[in-house]
């Protein structure tokens, strides 16, 4: 069975160890703000856009594995190609492709030299607006995981001029500058929108039942080791088992229960990846008192156990 789109569903966000242990030392990915910034270090504003040349090439054109704090992406390729790898996933791009990012993922780019296109980062209180907040609702409603998506001609040559005057403002101190950039990235994200396959709603579902099905995304992520119930769940966002259950597969195609084992499949994979700890102890610090039960689960969900999963991963490593 396929899990990667349930992993890239989850963020990045850190969760509190069980209270009868401590996690394993683990040598995480860097968390920035801009790739090689630190949160905060520069006084970057809620919204950056940048060309791939500018930072990429300071890089050999290669950025290495890291997450945002706070921060969606968007990325676009206008000329060369790059290839993305997002946790487990590699995905090629070539010109046209806009890849989406959402706040937290952990992901690196190998870009052919001289690769023309954007990098248009959101921090996630500016989408929090009132000119913001429909469009918001729309966009991720659609788009809960780590997204490719390609561009026709049409709209390839509308995205390039949105994202040019996006840059182009973004530079410049004109009056209304802050006004154009909210406009322009609101038009950017409708047009991005528009090229997501549209779910179909139903008359059964409330009409915030995208905020809920992200209220349930980041109540999994600070309560996966605590291992709830898909009725605990849906107690603490007071709906039903049966609304839970249609609203995830309304947005993201999957039962609330899958869900929940893809987000502890995830850490133990990064736990696997990038922690010394044996295997036993990781299953321990996720919530299994049996590391055998752990080690079939994994097994089930990845198709591997957890020691070929990180031989694997390392040789994959050593690789790149």
Avoid at 273 to 282: D, F, G, N, T, V
Wanted: charged residues 20%; neutral net charge.
């Amino acid at each position: 069975m396929d899990y990667s789109g349930q992993l890239l569903y989850f963020s990045l966000m850190r969760t509190s160890p069980p209270s009868h242990s401590h996690r394993p030392q683990v040598d995480q990915p860097e968390i920035y703000a801009l790739y090689g910034e630190q949160p905060g270090e520069f006084g970057i504003e809620d919204l950056h856009i940048e060309d791939i040349d500018a930072r990429a090439r300071l890089h050999d054109w290669k950025i290495l594995p890291h997450a945002h704090s706070g921060i969606m992406q968007l990325i676009y390729i206008s000329e060369g190609g790059a290839e993305a790898k997002t946790e487990d996933r590699i995905t090629p791009l070539r010109s046209g492709d806009l890849v989406f990012i959402p706040e937290g993922v952990i992901h690196s780019f190998d870009f052919q030299d001289g690769t023309i296109g954007w990098v248009l980062s959101i921090d996630s209180p500016f989408l929090n607006t009132p000119h913001f907040r429909s469009v918001k609702d729309m966009f991720l409603g659609r788009i809960f995981s780590v997204s490719k998506i390609v561009l026709n001609a049409n709209r390839k040559q509308e995205a390039e001029t949105l994202f040019d005057r996006l840059h182009n403002e973004f530079l410049g101190s004109n009056e209304g500058r802050r006004a154009m950039l909210e406009s322009l990235t609101q038009a950017l994200l409708i047009l991005t929108m528009r090229e997501i396959p549209r779910m179909k709603e139903t008359d059964a579902e409330p009409a915030n039942s995208a905020q809920v099905a992200t209220a349930y995304r980041n109540l999994i992520n600070n309560k996966f080791c605590d291992h709830w119930t898909v009725a605990d769940y849906a107690n603490a966002l007071s709906i039903s088992q049966s609304q839970l259950t249609r609203i995830c597969r309304l947005h993201v195609g999957k039962s609330p229960a899958a869900l929940i084992h893809a987000r502890v499949l995830l850490e133990a994979q990064r736990m696997l990846r990038y922690a010394e700890a044996p295997a036993a102890q990781i299953a321990f610090e996720l919530g299994f008192q049996d590391p055998a039960y752990f080690s079939r689960f994994f097994k089930r969900l990845a198709g591997v156990t957890p020691r070929q999963y990180r031989l694997h991963s390392r040789h994959r490593n050593l690789q790149t």
